[in-house]
């Protein structure tokens, strides 16, 4: 459950398309130590239906766009992570192809009327 200040509201992507933005994020260490770190997230408008992944690959953590923005292959039916090529399923996040170790990591979103929300901070 995230608190109601803890939302931004960006541009709904249009179809096949994604849209960037930025979020903080809270991991603790093996040490115990708390650090907060800058993120980034995406959301997809696929087949209609709309999804916010953290923008951080499950293989190696690289952004998964090296075109910032650009997150589909050539067909626009899959993810691709451009360090490696892994591939992903745009509305499960599943790996499909690569050497991704699991899925991408979904963030909450919320659908307003011409517009979304998205989290500013997450726990990790
Ligand atoms: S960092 Fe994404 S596939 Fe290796």
Redesign the pocket.
Known sequence: MMDDDNWQVIDRPEEGEAVCFDLQAEMRLFDGAVVNVSEQGFVVCFQGELRAWRNH?P????P?DWIPGQFFDADGQLLV?H????EFEPLSGECIA???PRGLYALPIKELNKAIAVPLRIVL
Do not use: D, K, N
């Open positions: 690959c293989h190696a953590g690289s998964l992570c360090t490696h090529h892994a690569g050497p991704c």
